[in-house]
């Protein structure tokens, strides 16, 4: 899942995302509030982390512009504003929740969790043929087997469990999962992927991941019809 953390102060913002991407999110960081809007207007983000104090506009006019948009991600406002007042004005604006400077990280990360299962139209468990996926407690399993994933290896995972039965470019997974440019990562994708395939589907004769020629990679289960027989697609 992707993140927009709104924040000028750089050693907040570099902590903030620090933090995140440890917990296995890919995040772009604005340090005004012009820079966000155009974020959020080129890029489709699953959440947006928004500080109020910002050097060119105040962030309750970013929470105005993003909010005019026709799909809105959650809206959570981190800033040092702690009065009543300022909270209040904050949800009554639209964001979806408010939390005070000084923080603890553990509980942003606990309020990040909670929006974005609140956001999410897909069910917080998800499966393909004996293959589970948690999204809430992050955890793998096939065949009831427990499988331990590294935060970039489950968020490939995820991204390709929720897109089941679509190819995905290795650009849309780097964009989705990494917080860079697919510049200069051409081989990263195909690196975790054969980590992933070591872990979910060497051992069993039922391959999910498969390759397709010419686009890059999608998880699902194989055509009855390519049972025993050569697989569309080049898939592997």
């Given at each position: 899942m992707r993140l927009l953390v709104v924040e000028d102060e750089k050693r907040i913002a570099d902590f903030l995302g620090r933090g995140l991407e440890s917990a296995g999110y890919a995040v772009d960081v604005a340090s005004t509030g012009l820079s966000a809007v155009d974020h959020v207007h080129s890029t489709e983000y699953d959440l947006v982390i928004l500080d109020l104090g910002l050097?060119?506009?105040?962030?309750?006019?970013?929470?105005?512009?993003?909010?005019?948009?026709?799909?809105?991600?959650?809206?959570?406002?981190?800033?040092?504003?702690?009065?009543?007042?300022?909270?209040?004005?904050?949800?009554?604006?639209?964001?979806?929740?408010?939390?005070?400077?000084?923080?603890?990280?553990?509980?942003?990360?606990?309020?990040?969790?909670?929006?974005?299962?609140?956001?999410?139209?897909?069910?917080?468990?998800?499966?393909?043929?004996?293959?589970?996926?948690?999204?809430?407690?992050?955890?793998?399993?096939?065949?009831?087997?427990?499988?331990?994933?590294?935060?970039?290896?489950?968020?490939?995972?995820?991204?390709?469990?929720?897109?089941?039965?679509?190819?995905?470019?290795?650009?849309?997974?780097?964009?989705?999962?990494?917080?860079?440019?697919?510049?200069?990562?051409?081989?990263?994708v195909d690196v975790y992927i054969r980590h992933l395939r070591s872990k979910i589907d060497d051992k069993w004769t039922l391959k999910l991941i498969h390759t397709v020629r010419g686009i890059g990679y999608m998880l699902d289960l194989p055509e009855p019809s390519a049972a025993g027989a050569a697989p569309i697609s080049e898939l592997h």
């Amino acid at each position: 899942m992707r993140l927009l953390v709104v924040e000028d102060e750089k050693r907040i913002a570099d902590f903030l995302g620090r933090g995140l991407e440890s917990a296995g999110y890919a995040v772009d960081v604005a340090s005004t509030g012009l820079s966000a809007v155009d974020h959020v207007h080129s890029t489709e983000y699953d959440l947006v982390i928004l500080d109020l104090g910002l050097p060119d506009i105040d962030g309750l006019q970013v929470l105005e512009k993003v909010r005019n948009r026709k799909t809105v991600p959650p809206i959570l406002i981190l800033s040092a504003r702690d009065s009543v007042d300022d909270r209040v004005r904050g949800l009554e604006q639209g964001a979806d929740d408010y939390l005070v400077k000084p923080f603890a990280f553990v509980e942003l990360l606990a309020r990040v969790r909670v929006l974005l299962r609140r956001g999410q139209p897909t069910p917080e468990k998800l499966q393909v043929g004996d293959l589970t996926l948690d999204c809430i407690r992050r955890k793998v399993a096939r065949a009831n087997e427990s499988i331990e994933l590294a935060p970039k290896e489950f968020s490939i995972l995820e991204y390709m469990m929720r897109n089941r039965g679509r190819p995905l470019s290795r650009t849309m997974i780097v964009e989705h999962v990494w917080d860079m440019d697919y510049d200069g990562l051409t081989n990263i994708v195909d690196v975790y992927i054969r980590h992933l395939r070591s872990k979910i589907d060497d051992k069993w004769t039922l391959k999910l991941i498969h390759t397709v020629r010419g686009i890059g990679y999608m998880l699902d289960l194989p055509e009855p019809s390519a049972a025993g027989a050569a697989p569309i697609s080049e898939l592997h």
